[in-house]
């Protein structure tokens, strides 16, 4: 089937508004999440020009390939340093793992600066491979992308460490014990690293950790629809209920109207220039970004606001193009256009992380067929053909391998010192381990469950407002951490 025709023939698009009193929170909700599209966690960086913390940017010579191209020679990979609290006679060291994004060092305040403290560790932040300015070839050519891969990166970690174990022991003939920290993908990273390198790696707190690779991923629609309901006001599901009313006037300006009419529609969002196919999963995460970033409050209070306002539904979706941008979430880094850009971006992370999903990762948000949220056509066809736009042959998830290597959800029945984190209202949960089913002594398990409490909520800087349930929670990760490096 011709791919605009299948487009034509699917769609159903999420849309949601927001009236200007919100763009002052909106703008500050960016800075955590916003700035560079595609909806995941990137942690909050440290600002080293305030700091009082003694950071160092440095680099290291890592393995282009650590398998089957070890002649490909080394890539500068990035990384930062803070021995603030490191004590030389008992050495120990904590890793933050970076993830699909440009690599920072963690704020103070955080879990990983906290647990170095309190553990007198050193503390440690390694960017990525392909991302920020850890670039192991010269391009992001498909071929090049090749390198791009969990494997690669968890054989950095490994590399990385024992190339600082060796400075350590010839300056202070001792080695420290290591723990690695992590979220979201990362979170499956710190998972893995503990599982594949026991023998360099004591412990690893595991954030939001998707270890459970799939290529539908239905559940996490679902959830989203379970985080709507919490929404107070009558009738019952008003906010579900009022997003399907926003589907059915998108589903009357994208199909069967004239191209005028198409494009008008599509300019609200500066996006005249994108298909159905790059358009639907952009509009798609312009609403969970909310409930993932743990501002699900704030969506509730912005479709409330609309429902109220007594506007027409064409100027609620003109108030929605005007506050997306207003937060920073634009289109840009979502069309097809700026995906198939093969030219280095030291900011950007929408072709590798693309990339990373269409040829092993999967995690395709697939609509959710008893309250469906986003088009109903964004299926695994759907994906495969949008990964195909993107690149020159088509990819396939390999989910099943990577969950028989590292046991996707039964990871818990043969790891050891491995706390999993999850917050009760993030819908990666259900690619992660939800419980010590098996009841092994050597991993904990917390689900936090506090009110708008999502993704990687734990590895935020801890604020006073926060849920007496998310402090203790964070206290147990620093215990741990500090009884996996004794």
Sequence with gaps: MDVSQYQENNLLFYIIGMDSFVRFGLILL??????????????????????????????????????????????????????????????RAILYICGESTGKFPKENTLSVRAAKEAKAALYSLEHRF??????????????????????????????????????????????????????????????????????????????????????????????G????????????????QLREYQLYADSQLIGNTPDAKKAFLAMFNATDMGLLDFAYYFADIAVSYIQSSNRKLLCSILDTLRKSGKPIKDQIKQLAESAAARGFTADRYKFSSLRKTKINFDDNGRQWT????????????????????????????????????????????????????????????????????????????????????????IKFTEIKCDDCSHCIDLKPELDTDADILKATRVKEIAAIIEWLA
């Design 30 to 91: 960016c800075l955590g999440v916003c700035v560079l599209g595609h909806v995941h966690f990137e942690m909050e960086g440290i600002d080293m020009q305030k700091t009082k913390l003694h950071v160092s940017e440095l680099k290291m010579q890592n393995l282009q390939d650590h398998y089957s191209q070890r002649h490909l020679g080394k890539f500068g990979q990035r990384y930062w340093e803070m021995l603030d609290y490191f004590d030389p006679k008992a050495p």
């Design 355 to 442: 990339y990373q999903t269409c040829s092993l990762l999967g995690w395709f948000q697939i609509s959710y067929k008893q309250n469906p949220i986003r088009w109903t056509g964004m299926n695994f066809t759907y994906w495969m053909n949008y990964c195909h736009e993107i690149f020159d042959v088509y990819l396939l998830p390999d989910d099943v391998a990577i969950n028989m290597h590292f046991g996707g959800k039964e990871i818990g029945r043969f790891t050891s010192n491995t706390y999993f984190v999850h917050g009760t209202d993030d819908g990666w949960k259900w690619v992660g381990v939800l419980d010590n089913i098996h009841g092994n002594p050597d």
């Design 226 to 241: 379970l985080n709507l309901q919490k929404c107070e006001g009558e009738p019952a599901n008003w906010s579900i209920k």
């Design 131 to 224: 991302y920020g300015v850890s670039q192991p070839a010269e391009d992001w050519s498909d071929d090049n992308l090749s390198l791009l891969s969990h494997d690669q990166a968890l054989a950095d970690i490994a590399y990385f460490i024992e190339s600082m174990n060796k400075k350590f022991n010839e300056s202070s003939q001792a080695i420290p014990k290591w723990v690695v920290i992590g979220g979201s993908y990362a979170g499956a990273l710190s998972a893995w690293a503990r599982y594949k390198y026991p023998h360099l790696i004591s412990g690893a707190i595991a954030s939001s950790a998707v270890v459970n690779v799939i290529s539908e991923f239905k559940d996490f629609e679902m959830q989203t």
